[in-house]
């Protein structure tokens, strides 16, 4: 039996925050911590907008992920 699972697309409108550093353009995103760069104002914000596309789509497992508990000490003040 085939699983048959419809994937939804939605738009969500983001804000991008851009500034320069040295010859990039970086753009942000300050909803998500995502961020991307470029020679150019508009191709910072392609990137961007390629990232936070590759940043939302569902996870894709190529190994079976292992869980570990672990005890760490932490000082009380």
Not at 8 to 31: G, S, Y
């Amino acid at each position: 039996m085939e699983s048959s699972i419809r994937k939804v697309k939605m738009r969500q409108v983001l804000t991008a925050r851009i500034f320069q550093e040295d010859n990039w353009f970086v753009a942000q995103c300050l909803e998500v911590d995502v961020a991307s760069q470029g020679e150019t104002e508009t191709e910072a914000l392609n990137n961007l907008q390629e990232a936070l596309e590759l940043h939302f789509e569902p996870p894709c497992a190529t190994v079976i992920p292992q869980l570990q508990k672990i005890e760490v000490e932490i000082n009380a003040a």
